[in-house]
């Protein structure tokens, strides 16, 4: 395979470097970072190699690095090394699973189908339409009708046997009593986790690779979201998408919590998500963007039923 990299590595490593970037070539996506040398903090061979085949294949630096970490810990020694053993137990990325004295409420392991919905009015149809989680992202600058979308949309889904999510406005959600909140990576560095969480909300977050599972597991929360899978263009995403293997490895790393897959996914990839062993697939345009919104949920949660695998 031709090297994109100016490799550092000494030549007789490259060929193991190459022979783990041909075995693993399933994970490799298209890059949005571009490197020309590869930062090595280590001067262990193992670590090496293997932070630069993952730059290969197109892992961001942050993953390339977990993962090289973990190889490490797991195949320290360069001589004998086995480029058919990619780390994939979850304390040698020292991930630890929920923790029952400091995790959030915990939340079904299946929270089936998820759609994520623009507006209060839409939380109403879908709850109607027997979709059990939903999402209130209502995107605004505008204080007073935030706050009204979700007071409408809390008051809507006390109606209904189903979850629902805010996405964003944790402090609304605590106020108005919703049953959880979703918060990306960015909500993350301003967000009280305390205060949802003697509140009795359950907390979603947002993943699009190894180090921001990391990071959610260090909160523990009651759901990871895992994304995004294919492309999506009802956003512009800061990681390309990460593919079902890359999905089917995450998966193994973080499968204590309950997880959810999104981006991309619709009804011709719904069974090779679940699959990948997620308990829940989340989508936008699928069902909001659909013809005919209820024959999509019925046909969504028919293949969910019958394709579902045990987790
Ligand atoms: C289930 C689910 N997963 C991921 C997201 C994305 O959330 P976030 O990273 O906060 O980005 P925005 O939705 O705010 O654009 C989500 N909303 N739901
Ligand atoms: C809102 C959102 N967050 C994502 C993530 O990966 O964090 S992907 C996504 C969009 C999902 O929409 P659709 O199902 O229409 O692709």
């Known amino acids: 395979m031709a090297s994109k990299l100016n490799s550092q590595l000494p030549k007789p490593y490259l060929t193991i470097r190459d022979q783990l970037i041909a075995q693993y070539h399933p994970l490799q996506i298209e890059q949005r970072e571009h490197h020309t040398f590869c930062n090595f903090s280590d001067t262990n061979p193992v670590y090496q190699i293997v932070k630069e085949a993952c730059i290969e294949l197109g892992f961001i630096e942050i993953d390339a690095e977990a993962i090289a970490q973990a190889w490490q810990k797991n195949n320290p020694l360069i001589d004998q090394f086995n480029h058919l053993d990619w780390p994939v137990t979850p304390d040698l990325?020292?991930?630890?699973?929920?923790?029952?004295e400091t995790s959030f409420?915990?939340?079904p392991k299946k929270l089936g189908l998820y759609?994520?919905?623009?507006?209060?009015?839409?939380?109403e149809k879908l709850f109607i339409a027997g979709v059990p989680t939903v999402q209130l992202r209502f995107k605004s600058d505008n204080?007073?009708?935030?706050?009204?979308?979700?007071?409408?949309?809390?008051?809507?889904?006390?109606e209904f046997p189903g979850q629902l999510f805010i996405n964003d406005f944790w402090?609304?959600?605590i106020e108005f009593g919703a049953y959880g909140v979703h918060l990306g990576q960015e909500d993350l560095d301003t967000a009280d986790f305390n205060v949802i969480k003697?509140?009795?909300?359950?907390?979603?977050?947002s993943?699009?690779?190894?180090?921001?599972m990391q990071r959610a597991d260090q909160i523990s929360p009651s759901y990871i979201a895992l994304g995004a899978i294919f492309p999506t263009n009802l956003k512009i995403m800061p990681t390309a998408p990460q593919g079902l293997a890359r999905l089917d490895f995450y998966t193994k790393l973080v499968?204590?919590?309950p997880l959810v897959g999104i981006g991309g996914v619709d009804e011709t990839n719904l069974d090779a998500v679940l699959k990948c062993r997620v308990g829940s697939v989340a989508m936008v345009r699928s069902v909001i963007n659909a013809p005919d919104y209820r024959a999509a949920i019925s046909q969504l949660q028919a293949k969910i039923q019958t394709t579902q695998v045990d987790i």
């Open 93 to 100: 990325f020292q991930i630890k699973g929920p923790n029952s």
């Open 105 to 107: 409420p915990t939340c």
């Open 115 to 123: 759609v994520v919905a623009p507006t209060a009015d839409w939380i």
């Open 143 to 158: 204080h007073h009708a935030i706050r009204q979308e979700v007071k409408k949309a809390v008051e809507i889904a006390k």
């Open 171 to 173: 402090e609304l959600a």
């Open 198 to 205: 003697t509140n009795g909300l359950r907390l979603g977050i």
């Open 207 to 212: 993943t699009h690779g190894v180090a921001e």
């Open 255 to 257: 499968g204590s919590y």
